[in-house]
Every structure is written in structure tokens, then in C-alpha cells.
């Protein structure tokens, strides 16, 4: 019997749903068992340049925490309870051999915790490859592009050493083609999901996204494309939802009750800022050029924002996230943030000010990766969409 469209796209729901809930990281494994020698590396959310990894012929594996799944006990030896739960969750993760697959772990510039959970995890793990990576806070060429080229040339050559082979400028190209493809995929299915968001529920989107962060690139890349054919050969219903954008959720991730909440209490999530490593870099980077010349310019001027991220004057704070509210058609902005998340709590004021001056409603909430009651989120979320049909009536 063929397969229709809603089969075929409950049968990638249920794939990547397969891949989310499997904290013992299978599909790393399974990879690395097809041909020996293969190696994995690990890396916190938001960004790393993943084109460094996959030109190592190494698999790119993406670390978030444990979740709502996993009882963290080691874990909270180690940091204090008035900080986010992602570390904690990350230790019990190392601590209990299911990241075991992996042969190193790269922990990128997002706040203190991450930072210092790097240096937790070179006492804990004397035998895996372990690196903070630092980008720039200055976004000239000569300044910050030199520092963070340096930066990209050091850990070049440290996977390099990891592999026993340097890695060549057309290594570089060839991942750097590969990533451009899955990024302009992910972009397709953003754009896909903000035109028509009952075709592509966000609870289906995440999933999709969280895929990508065991998978190589080039089989989430034909995921995402598969999952767009298949949704849009099987209609849904259209309700009059309120148009959202979430902001916040950057880090430490959001569980996926929590996001299904938001939808049932009708919202549609229309842009966000999960899994911000599939989208940091805004467009195609050039892969027939200096590979971290070329790269080290996108970061610096075609990149997105979020509150991890360094901006150079005040009045930068609230500009990307407008460009989401407009383009997205949104009627409102979300505020969900990890409890105790620094850089996301210190700079919800100010995008709240911002959203204030333009007249666009907001509201917010924080939460934890583990968050078990989801009835209060569904009622604030609902008074919200509510209201933004009542205002928009008016």
C-alpha cells in the first residue's frame, strides 16, 4: 500500500520524536559504528561554527541538556541551585556514560554557567578533547574578524590533530556548501511554518530542528525538505489563532509540552529562537573563498541576535527581534525564558521596551527543562491570544 501524505508525515513526526526522546544517544552511536575510526564531537546550543567538525569528518552532535526525561542526581553536586538547570542536567548526562559516544565536547560563548561548565567538564573528563570557544564582542574586520579567525585556525588545527590529518581549505568549502544547504532548508521550513503555521505546527518544527543535532547534515537537510512536501500534500484545519513570535528559549530548551501548550491555547508560534545553530548565520557563506575568512565575516555581519550574543550600542537591542515580528506577520511577542537564565531575564526589559514603543503586546513566563505543570502556561498563553483578538477588533 502507497503511503499518503498524512502517513508519510506522521512517519517523520514519529522518526524525529524517536531521536528527542533518546537520551542514550543511539543514532551517534549507530554512526560511528558504520566505519570505525569515526569520531563525534559535542557542543552546547546557540553556535558553533559546524563546518569546522563535519570538514574533520567528524558528526556534529548537539547537547541540551536532559530534559523533562532525566532525574538529575550527580548533577547537583556540582553547581549551585539558583542557576539554570542545563549544567546540572549536562554533568548527570556525562556522569551516567551516556555521552560516552562522544570524543569531545566544544562549549561556545554563552554565559558564565557555560563557561565555567567547561572547566567542570576538563576535571571530569580528563580523556575527551574539550574546548571553550570564545567569538568576538568587536565586529570590525581587523579587530574582531583577525581575533576570531585565530580563534577558528586554533580549533582547525586541534580536530585536525584529533583526526591525524590536517584539514584542507577544501574540506572547509565542501562542509561549508554542505551546512549553506541545510541552512537555506531550515530557513524554507521558517518561511514554510510563518505563511501557513496550522500546516507546520511548532511542536512538529522543533522536533524537526532537534533531529539535526544527531543526524548528519545532509540527511537532516533531506528531512526538512521531505517533511515540507509531505505537510503540504496533507491539509489541516486553519483556526483563527493569535500570531506569535517566542523569544528567550535560546539556551536551555524549552520542553516540548510546554511548546504544544502554547499551541493549544491558541497561538500559532510564527518565528523563535530554538535551536538558534541552524539559523545563526543569516545567508549563503561564500564556499569557493578563504573558508575562515568567509565564515569570520558572516559571523560578524550576517549573523542573528539573541541576548548571548554581544552588541555593540544600545540602540542595536530589539532590532532583530522586530525584523521577526515583521516578517512573521506577528501580533505578539512570548517572553519564555529558562529560570535563572542571565542573559535572557537582563534583556527582556529592554526588548519589552522596545515592543512597547512600537505597540506590540508581549507577555512572559519562565520555566525549566523539566517543568511538569503546563495548566498555568496554557492559561497565560490563552488570556494573551485572547486578548490580542480582542485588541485587534477594537
Same mark, same amino acid.
Given at each position: 500500500?502507497?503511503?499518503?501524505p498524512?502517513?508519510?508525515?506522521?512517519?517523520?513526526?514519529?522518526?524525529?520524536?524517536?531521536?528527542?526522546d533518546?537520551?542514550?544517544?543511539?543514532?551517534v552511536?549507530?554512526?560511528?559504528?558504520a566505519?570505525?575510526?569515526?569520531?563525534?564531537?559535542?557542543?552546547m546550543? !546557540?553556535?558553533?561554527?559546524?563546518?569546522?567538525?563535519?570538514?574533520a569528518?567528524?558528526?556534529? $552532535?548537539?547537547?541540551?541538556?536532559?530534559?523533562d526525561?532525566?532525574?538529575?542526581?550527580?548533577?547537583?553536586?556540582?553547581?549551585?541551585?539558583?542557576?539554570?538547570?542545563?549544567?546540572r +542536567?549536562?554533568? %548527570?548526562?556525562?556522569?551516567?556514560?551516556?555521552?560516552?559516544?562522544?570524543?569531545?565536547?566544544?562549549?561556545?560563548?554563552?554565559?558564565? /554557567?557555560?563557561?565555567?561548565? +567547561?572547566?567542570?567538564?576538563?576535571?571530569l573528563?580528563?580523556?575527551?578533547y !574539550?574546548?571553550?570557544?570564545?567569538?568576538?564582542?568587536?565586529?570590525?574586520?581587523s !579587530?574582531?574578524?583577525?581575533?576570531?579567525?585565530?580563534?577558528? %585556525?586554533? &580549533?582547525?588545527?586541534?580536530?585536525?590533530?584529533?583526526?591525524?590529518?590536517?584539514?584542507?581549505?577544501?574540506e572547509?568549502?565542501?562542509?561549508?556548501?554542505?551546512?549553506?544547504?541545510?541552512?537555506?532548508?531550515?530557513?524554507? &521550513?521558517?518561511?514554510?511554518?510563518?505563511?501557513?503555521?496550522?500546516?507546520?505546527?511548532?511542536?512538529? /518544527?522543533? &522536533?524537526?530542528?532537534r533531529?539535526?543535532? $544527531? #543526524?548528519?547534515p545532509?540527511?537532516?537537510?533531506?528531512? /526538512?525538505?521531505?517533511y515540507?512536501k509531505? @505537510?503540504?500534500?496533507?491539509?489541516?484545519?486553519?483556526?483563527?489563532?493569535?500570531? $506569535?513570535?517566542?523569544?528567550?528559549?535560546?539556551? %536551555?530548551?524549552?520542553?516540548?509540552?510546554?511548546?504544544?501548550?502554547?499551541?493549544?491555547?491558541g497561538?500559532?508560534?510564527?518565528?523563535?529562537?530554538f535551536?538558534?545553530v541552524?539559523?545563526?548565520?543569516?545567508?549563503?557563506?561564500? *564556499?569557493?573563498?578563504?573558508?575562515?575568512? %568567509? #565564515?569570520s565575516?558572516?559571523?560578524?555581519?550576517? +549573523?542573528?541576535? @539573541?541576548?548571548?550574543?554581544?552588541?555593540?550600542?544600545?540602540?542595536?537591542?530589539?532590532v532583530?527581534?522586530m525584523?521577526? $515580528?515583521?516578517?512573521?506577520?506577528?501580533?505578539g511577542?512570548?517572553? *519564555?525564558?529558562?529560570?535563572?537564565?542571565?542573559?535572557?531575564?537582563?534583556?527582556?526589559?529592554?526588548?519589552?521596551?522596545?515592543?512597547?514603543?512600537?505597540?506590540i503586546p508581549?507577555?512572559?513566563?519562565?520555566?525549566?527543562e523539566?517543568?511538569?505543570?503546563?495548566?498555568?502556561?496554557?492559561e497565560?498563553?490563552?488570556?494573551?491570544?485572547?486578548?490580542?483578538?480582542?485588541?485587534?477588533?477594537?
Amino acid at each position: 500500500m502507497l503511503a499518503t501524505p498524512v502517513s508519510r508525515v506522521a512517519a517523520i513526526v514519529e522518526r524525529c520524536q524517536t531521536l528527542f526522546d533518546d537520551l542514550d544517544f543511539n543514532a551517534v552511536k549507530d554512526w560511528k559504528a558504520a566505519v570505525p575510526g569515526r569520531k563525534a564531537i559535542g557542543y552546547m546550543p !546557540v553556535y558553533v561554527p559546524r563546518e569546522l567538525i563535519h570538514a574533520a569528518g567528524m558528526l556534529p $552532535v548537539g547537547i541540551l541538556g536532559g530534559g523533562d526525561q532525566l532525574e538529575v542526581i550527580q548533577g547537583d553536586a556540582y553547581y549551585q541551585s539558583y542557576i539554570c538547570r542545563i549544567p546540572r +542536567s549536562t554533568l %548527570e548526562l556525562g556522569l551516567t556514560g551516556r555521552l560516552d559516544c562522544l570524543d569531545g565536547m566544544l562549549f561556545p560563548s554563552i554565559c558564565d /554557567v557555560i563557561r565555567n561548565l +567547561s572547566g567542570m567538564w576538563q576535571i571530569l573528563f580528563k580523556d575527551k578533547y !574539550v574546548k571553550y570557544f570564545d567569538v568576538p564582542q568587536n565586529y570590525q574586520d581587523s !579587530v574582531g574578524g583577525r581575533f576570531y579567525v585565530q580563534e577558528l %585556525e586554533l &580549533l582547525r588545527d586541534e580536530l585536525g590533530h584529533l583526526r591525524g590529518q590536517p584539514i584542507s581549505d577544501a574540506e572547509l568549502n565542501a562542509s561549508i556548501a554542505v551546512y549553506n544547504d541545510n541552512r537555506a532548508a531550515v530557513r524554507d &521550513l521558517y518561511a514554510y511554518r510563518a505563511d501557513q503555521p496550522w500546516q507546520a505546527p511548532t511542536s512538529e /518544527v522543533y &522536533l524537526l530542528l532537534r533531529a539535526g543535532m $544527531v #543526524l548528519p547534515p545532509e540527511d537532516h537537510t533531506q528531512l /526538512v525538505r521531505d517533511y515540507i512536501k509531505a @505537510t503540504d500534500a496533507a491539509p489541516r484545519p486553519r483556526r483563527d489563532n493569535a500570531r $506569535v513570535v517566542i523569544n528567550g528559549a535560546f539556551c %536551555e530548551q524549552p520542553p516540548l509540552a510546554l511548546i504544544k501548550s502554547i499551541e493549544m491555547s491558541g497561538c500559532y508560534i510564527v518565528d523563535d529562537d530554538f535551536m538558534l545553530v541552524t539559523r545563526w548565520l543569516l545567508d549563503e557563506v561564500p *564556499a569557493d573563498g578563504q573558508p575562515l575568512e %568567509e #565564515l569570520s565575516k558572516a559571523f560578524l555581519h550576517r +549573523s542573528a541576535t @539573541t541576548a548571548a550574543k554581544y552588541e555593540t550600542t544600545r540602540e542595536e537591542k530589539g532590532v532583530f527581534l522586530m525584523q521577526q $515580528v515583521k516578517t512573521g506577520a506577528a501580533e505578539g511577542v512570548i517572553f *519564555a525564558a529558562p529560570s535563572f537564565c542571565d542573559p535572557a531575564l537582563l534583556e527582556r526589559p529592554m526588548l519589552q521596551d522596545v515592543l512597547a514603543r512600537h505597540g506590540i503586546p508581549y507577555t512572559a513566563f519562565k520555566y525549566a527543562e523539566n517543568t511538569g505543570q503546563m495548566a498555568p502556561i496554557r492559561e497565560q498563553s490563552g488570556t494573551f491570544a485572547d486578548s490580542i483578538k480582542l485588541w485587534s477588533a477594537a
